[in-house]
T-cell receptor
């Protein structure tokens, strides 16, 4: 079963604007992770939020988690052209398995 | 990315060929993973190895055969593939299979089956 479903599938913004991506999941999680992937390359871990946390910050990234709604959001503030990439959420279940969503493709125009 | 390396980066093979993908991690991790990433689909977990033992096989066709000779190396042997097997194959590692932390990914092998 698919753990994460991202919304929107594609997002295009101007440099300097904020970008918000949402993720919904279906089953219980131990934590939820966000990854970034530049075109045709491997995934890079961005941030992890545990099931007992509601919000977490890392630099220009802000992640929220609402376990009652089984949803999470990733906010990138003051976006840069270099933020252009695909972003994936992944739920870590209690078995340790990491299940990924389809991702949001973000384009930041200079 | 240099913590997990994958070779080759690109591979084109015919349906009757046999080839192998290689993954190496330099992080001292105990768990390694193979994922398949196809266009417009979520990452699919194929195999999980923990301490060189295969602990998970997610209904992957037998034309994909993994091998983990030691905790630092992981191979994916390919034979008689189909065009629908064309995808980006990603290797990842983590400290342990059940440590709930992040996974570290290699750059992937872009496989095209002709």
């Amino acid at each position: 079963s698919q753990q994460g479903e991202e919304d929107p599938q594609a997002l295009s913004i101007q440099e300097g604007e904020n970008a918000t991506m949402n993720c919904s999941y279906k089953t219980s999680i131990n934590n939820l992770q966000w990854y970034r992937q530049n075109s045709g390359r491997g995934l890079v871990h961005l941030i992890l939020i545990r099931s007992n946390e509601r919000e977490k910050h890392s630099g220009r990234l802000r992640v929220t988690l609402d376990t009652s709604k089984k949803s999470s959001s990733l906010l990138i503030t003051a976006s840069r052209a270099a933020d252009t990439a695909s972003y994936f959420c992944a739920g870590r279940g209690n078995t340790g398995k990491l299940i990924f969503g389809q991702g949001t493709t973000l384009q930041v125009k200079p | 990315e240099t913590g997990v390396t994958q070779t080759p980066r690109h591979l084109v093979m015919g349906m009757t060929n046999k080839k192998s993908l290689k993954c190496e991690q330099h992080l001292g991790h105990n768990a390694m993973y193979w994922y398949k990433q196809s266009a417009k689909k979520p990452l699919e977990l194929m195999f999980v190895y923990s301490l060189e033992e295969r602990v998970e096989n997610n209904s992957v066709p037998s034309r994909f055969s993994p091998e983990c000779p030691n905790s630092s190396h992981l191979f994916l042997h390919l034979h008689t593939l189909q065009p629908e097997d064309s995808a980006l194959y990603l290797c990842a590692s983590s400290q342990d299979r059940t440590d709930f932390g992040e996974q570290y990914f290699g750059p992937g092998t872009r496989l095209t089956v002709t």
